[in-house]
């Protein structure tokens, strides 16, 4: 189970909207995500399920919430999928939006669950579950897109240990859009950091290039009013992006772990999106992630 | 363009029957309300010529479409790349 964790006060100075996100103290506050997923209770005011899973020994589904502290509830989903394999179907939205992350097909369906064991990403605490994309064709559709309009900026917060360097990290895309779907922060298919960092009229850029290295990493971008505002960060620590191009880009989100024919290979906990500049909380938010999930 | 090992069809609904006849020898969906309506799903070539529908292979595949086949799908040149 969990250590103690530390509390700490985070700047809630940011006008607010749906989320919070809650320590497992029940301290810490934040806000403002239009969709918001993890295998943790990320509010206080949610009251539904972290993910709907199916079992490979008989493709039945069964929802799995959380624990008493907020974590996902491991003792139900081991019982349900004993002996046997588990597979996401779905990644509820915590924000109160009901931005589902979904997969229909079987053969797509992220893994949570080996053998009857829980996978699970250890950084420097505790182990804590995770759910692994295969690289190959594993993906999760939004039940609603996520638009961003002309002017529109982001701020994404997402976990991520790639399976190898040559794999692609989370990511959230344009989905079965090719040239010009947006992306948020990727960690490519190589040590470099990737993401988008304007949506305007169709003309935007992205920024990629650094080094990064496969390890479990807490990236968190932001999208400001222009390339040359945008940032992204590596555990907290600003990544220094060595190239930036302008490209036409289109303007919804629509999918977690792939693009056309690029997929993720890598595990996750956590992604949460704000279609806000977030940037002036970014150490707090961080610190509010790294303090659950202690990658860092 | 991408190399594919899979199962190719000129139709679409040739895609249609093979993931039907997947659905049905595993069972899919087992519910009506479950998320889960397909074993697997078929993907459409669009830049190829001529276009297809194909099917990309995994192992549990095997028992219903037989042995898969490699063919070249055209992708859309998108970033980012180096």
């Known amino acids: 189970m969990c250590p103690p964790i530390r509390t700490q006060k985070l700047d809630t100075s940011a006008k607010s909207s749906a989320l919070k996100i809650r320590s497992m103290n029940g301290l810490d506050t934040y806000s403002g995500a239009a969709a918001a997923y993890s295998l943790r209770k990320l509010s206080s005011a949610y009251v539904g399920n972290a993910i709907r899973v199916r079992r490979s020994s008989d493709n039945t589904e069964q929802n799995i919430g959380f624990d008493g502290s907020g974590n996902l509830d491991t003792t139900a989903l081991t019982t349900f999928c004993s002996g046997t394999n588990g597979f996401v179907t779905t990644w509820y939205d915590q924000s109160g939006n009901g931005v589902n992350g979904v997969q229909t097909t079987a053969a797509n369906q992220p893994q949570i669950v080996s053998s009857g064991s829980v996978l699970t990403l250890t950084g420097i605490g505790s182990a804590k579950p995770c759910m692994l994309f295969d690289g190959t064709n594993d993906f999760l559709d939004l039940s609603t897109t996520l638009p961003i309009a002309t002017g529109d900026k982001f701020s994404i917060y997402q976990l991520e240990k790639k399976t190898s360097t040559s794999t692609i990290g989370i990511w959230i895309t344009g989905g079965p859009l090719g040239s010009g779907s947006p992306f948020g922060p990727v960690h490519y298919n190589n040590q470099d950091l990737f993401m988008n960092t304007k949506f305007n009229a169709g003309t935007s850029g992205y920024r990629y290039g650094g080094t990064l290295a496969a390890n479990y990493n807490l990236i968190s971008g932001y999208m400001k009013d222009s390339d040359t505002t945008s940032d992204a960060y590596v555990n907290n620590s600003l990544y220094t992006f060595s190239t930036t191009t302008s490209e036409a880009r289109v303007t919804a989100f629509s999918r977690i772990g792939a693009r056309v024919t690029e997929f993720s290979g890598t595990s996750t906990q956590e992604m949460i999106i704000y279609l806000v500049d977030q940037s002036a909380n970014n150490t707090a938010i961080n610190t509010n992630i790294n303090t659950y999930y202690g990658i860092y | ?82």
Request: a negative charge; zero cysteines.
């Open chain 2, 1 to 82: 363009m991408a190399s594919i090992n899979g199962y190719q069809y000129p139709t679409e609904q040739e895609a249609i029957n093979a993931r039907e006849s997947v659905d049905s020898y595993y069972g899919i969906p087992v519910a009506p309300d479950d998320v889960t309506q397909n074993w697997v799903d078929y993907q459409f070539a669009s830049l190829n010529d001529p276009q297809f529908w194909y099917i990309v292979f995994d192992e549990s595949l095997t028992p219903i479409l037989g042995t898969p086949t490699e063919f070249e799908v055209v992708t859309p040149p998108f970033l980012p790349t180096e």
